[in-house]
Every structure is written in structure tokens, then in C-alpha cells.
T-cell receptor, first 118, second 112 residues
């Protein structure tokens, strides 16, 4: 089945620094990937849609200059949290559509990246 | 906009049956999904409905009524490992891209 790899799983950083999270589709090509954020005991909130070769589409209220998304290839999307602050501490999850065995409409999720900003 | 509602928490007994309801309002409906999520882990796909009716997959079944904006997930023969959050998600056609919008999730506790 489809596999999405997300790295790093855990990251702790100082306030003001930037953190990059990678999302890879391992055995299929993903023209579109989605980035979600999840706070404790809350559901997944869609942050942005990452499109290969073009600009990401951000949801209302998500700062595009703070959460930089790059989708340079059909198997890799990156999310960079710039000038991170403690309120950015969250669980960030990427997902990709498709892949053999998953069904064309099914999103496969990465394992998530837990960011803690000190 | 979109609005997806689920009960926040439910409790059930091992071996029993539980039904988790989901109601939704969306501008461009293009399918409804159920995902399971254990604490600290990524969601895993359970079921997908795009047409009205019941989809059965082992111990899990999902029902959809598009006219009522309603779905439910039915879990049979509950096991302790079924304790998790169950997320209802609606695929919303946003014009250029299908977006998957999640409800608040239902935390299910299975008791012995």
C-alpha cells in the first residue's frame, strides 16, 4: 500500500529559530500533499494544500510567510516553520493522495512531527 | 464554509456495538471518510462513502445519507484496542483542489 514518510518525528527548538519538516511519498507520486496541524485533544486542522511545481494554497488564518511550503518534486513536500514561537508547538501531519492499494481518493498520512518550541 | 459535528466522547463495553454519528454541511461534497487515530499517532483510513448507503468492511461499517448530511460509523464486536479517536472527514471540492476537512473527532473508550 501507499506509504508516506515524515521526518523528523520529534523536534525541539529555541524560540526564534526555523524548523523544516519533510514529507515524502515513498512508492508513489503525489502532485498534491496536504499539511495539517493538531493541538492536544483537538482534531486536525488543514493548514495548506501543497501543489507540485506551484505555490501552496493556504487556509484562512494561516500565515504563508510563517509556514513556508515547498513542493519541488512529485515525492517531496517540505514545511518550514520560520521564527518559531512557543505557540507554534503542535503536532504537524502531512498527507498525500493516491498510491496503489489506497484508492484514488484516500489520503495516506505521515506519522507526524511533534514540534516543541522552548 | 464547512461544518462537521461529532460527539466529543463515547464509552462502550468490550464485545458490544457502538455507533458514532457525524453530521456535516459543506458547499461541494465529494465523499466522506472515517479515520481512526490513536493518541500521538497519525490517522489511519477506515472507510469511504461517496454514494448513499452502507459500506461494510469487517467489524467496521459506515453509512451515508447525502440528502440529510449524515453519516455514521458502526463498530461491532468491540475490542479494547478499538479505544481511539474516530475522525469524520468530508472531502470538499474547493474549485481547484479536493480538500479533506476533519470534524472534531470522537474519543471512544472501550471498557472491559
Amino acid at each position: 500500500g501507499a506509504v508516506v514518510s515524515q521526518h523528523p518525528s520529534w523536534v525541539i527548538c529555541k524560540s526564534g529559530t526555523s524548523v523544516k519538516i519533510e514529507c515524502r511519498s515513498l512508492d508513489f507520486q503525489a502532485t498534491t500533499m496536504f499539511w495539517y496541524r493538531q493541538f492536544p485533544k483537538q482534531s486536525l486542522m488543514l493548514m495548506a494544500t501543497s501543489n507540485e511545481g506551484s505555490k501552496a494554497t493556504y487556509e484562512q488564518g494561516v500565515e504563508k510567510d510563517k509556514f513556508l511550503i515547498n513542493h519541488a518534486s512529485l515525492t517531496l513536500s517540505t514545511l518550514t516553520v520560520t521564527s518559531a514561537h512557543p505557540e507554534d508547538s503542535s503536532f504537524y501531519i502531512c498527507s498525500a493522495e493516491g498510491g496503489r492499494g489506497s484508492g484514488a481518493n484516500v489520503l495516506t498520512f505521515g506519522a507526524g512531527s511533534r514540534l516543541t518550541v522552548l | 464554509g464547512q461544518n462537521i459535528d461529532q460527539p466529543t466522547e463515547m464509552t462502550a463495553t468490550e464485545g458490544a456495538i457502538v455507533q458514532i454519528n457525524c453530521t456535516y454541511q459543506t458547499s461541494g461534497f465529494n465523499g466522506l471518510f472515517w479515520y481512526q487515530q490513536h493518541a500521538g499517532e497519525a490517522p489511519t483510513f477506515l472507510s469511504y462513502n461517496v454514494l448513499d448507503g452502507l459500506e461494510e468492511k469487517g467489524r467496521f461499517s459506515s453509512f451515508l445519507s447525502r440528502s440529510k448530511g449524515y453519516s455514521y460509523l458502526l463498530l461491532k464486536e468491540l475490542q479494547m484496542k478499538d479505544s481511539a479517536s474516530y475522525l469524520c472527514a468530508v472531502r470538499d471540492w474547493g474549485g481547484a483542489t479536493n480538500k479533506l476537512i476533519f470534524g472534531t473527532g470522537t474519543l471512544l473508550a472501550v471498557q472491559p
